[in-house]
């Protein structure tokens, strides 16, 4: 199978959509040998944060010269983003091969009838298998949805388990109260493991606290009180949080401060657990840190940001970022949702600030709301309003109303935003 086919073949699977639970996981995983029980794992759950986490981890941990995998989703760009060591992409002759091997097991799964993985089951195989054949020191490991029924939750050998903020979102999955959802995503925590956790709404840190002591875990909990010395810019922010002293982050949004926080907190935990990582090589991690997608500036006069804010929880991060950097200019927004997620609490919270707004279809997204449907939505807050019929419309338009002050604004679905940033692109050069 070469990778054009391999690509094909994922496409089919994820035809047949998501299921939770984990009996085709550990079916799958035994059929290729458990690859998993050989690697170590950071793993991450949380609503808002985990990318972010993932990345300050990963980075750091590659500049101490730990082999170093990560496992995300969704991609913005390259669909072997997912799937890296070191911060480089997963090969497609690797990827072909892999997806050779797992698709054989799939196969003769479905022949016995033991059951049919889901596309994120599969690629999360895959990704084990890499990483075991990469000889991986630890993976950095984002759950796809929740925690105790995520695929990714077969993993036995956690280093460590980080939860990043917790909000109201995938309830029809998760459940319906914030108590439901945090119990969801601590069921990630195994035995006698540490935990860190972000600062939590108390509902959901009760919770947490809960699982850890029935677990006999040890927890660690950012503190929102050791904060000194903030400053926050798009380009560059610095702070200093308990005896880490001005640290620079380019991770832009004011709530990365926060999330570099609990890496900090996170790295505390790994040197009382016998990893060797100095303040230099955490210094440089934490500057080094990328995620494309969250508050990323990709353009200046006029300035264009992207961000994956698509809840109530990160729609306020994204609402006190831009009233942060971006005091008294006339901010211009580009929105696209999908129809399952509470967009019209995304739309209360940030319509009010914009001078204009125009609205898109997410593409190749059976679940996206419709631009006119989302304009109808918008207007109830913004009467400044209108539907665009593609991507690079509504970036034409966007363009030809700013000022070279103006802040331009793309949100609501991470789904949409790699396509937005490679318009952009094609603009300028033009």
């Known amino acids: ?67 170093t995998g990560r496992y995300i989703s969704p991609t913005l760009y390259a669909y072997r983003e ?28 479905e022949a016995e009838n033991k059951g049919n993985p889901t596309v994120f089951e599969v690629e999360t195989a895959l990704s084990f298998l890499y990483f075991k054949e990469q000889k991986c020191d630890i ?68 919770v947490i606290k809960r699982v850890c002591r029935e677990k006999d875990c040890k927890l660690a909990v950012v503190d929102p009180d050791a904060f000194r010395d903030v400053h926050y810019g ?14 620079d982050i380019t991770l832009a949004g004011t709530y990365q401060v926060t999330n570099a926080a609990l890496a900090l907190e996170a790295v505390e935990v790994l040197r009382k657990l016998g990893y060797s990582l100095t303040e230099e090589q955490v ?15 990709i353009h200046k006069n006029p300035v264009v940001v992207i961000d994956g804010a698509h809840n109530p929880a990160a729609a306020k991060v994204l609402k006190d970022s831009l009233e942060t950097y971006f005091q008294g200019k006339n901010l211009h927004f580009i929105m696209g949702v999908l129809a399952d997620k509470d967009y019209q609490s995304v739309i209360e919270m940030t319509a009010p600030l914009a001078k204009h707004i125009i609205t898109i279809e997410t593409p ?19 009467p400044s309003v209108e539907a665009a ?39 300028e050069g033009e």
């Open 389 to 427: 019929g593609s991507i690079r419309e509504a970036v034409e338009k966007s363009m030809k109303n700013t000022q070279k002050d103006d802040v331009i604004a793309a949100f609501g679905s991470l789904s949409f935003l790699g396509e937005l940033d490679r318009e952009v692109q094609s603009m």
């Open 234 to 247: 798009y380009e560059k922010q610095t702070f200093t949080y308990k005896n880490w002293k001005d640290v």
């Open 139 to 206: 993976v950095v490991l984002e759950t796809g949805l929740g925690g105790t029924l995520d695929a990714t939750n077969v993993v036995k050998t956690t280093v460590m388990e980080m939860i990043s903020s917790i909000g109201m979102d995938h309830m029809e999955f998760l459940g319906g109260t914030l108590q439901e959802v945090a119990e969801n995503k601590a069921g990630i925590i195994k035995p006698h493991t540490w935990v860190v956790s972000a600062k939590q709404d108390p509902k959901a840190a009760a």
């Open 1 to 67: 199978m070469n990778y054009e086919e391999a690509r094909v073949y994922l496409d089919e699977v994820s035809k047949y959509g998501s299921v939770l639970g984990l009996d085709n996981m550990r079916e799958l995983l035994g059929r290729l040998g458990d690859p998993q029980d050989d690697l170590k794992f950071i793993h991450i759950s949380g609503t808002n944060g985990k990318g972010s986490a993932l990345s300050y981890m990963s980075t750091i941990l590659s500049g101490a010269g730990f082999r």
């Open 82 to 109: 997912r799937i890296q060591v070191d911060g480089v992409m997963i090969d497609r002759e690797s990827l072909a091969a892999l997806v050779t091997v797992v698709k054989e097991a799939v196969d003769a799964m």
């Open 283 to 297: 210094r440089k991690g934490m500057k080094a840190a990328f995620w494309r997608g969250r508050f990323s500036v």
């Open 364 to 382: 190749g997204n059976p679940r996206a709301l419709s631009a006119g449907k989302l304009k109808e939505a918008v207007e109830k807050v913004n």
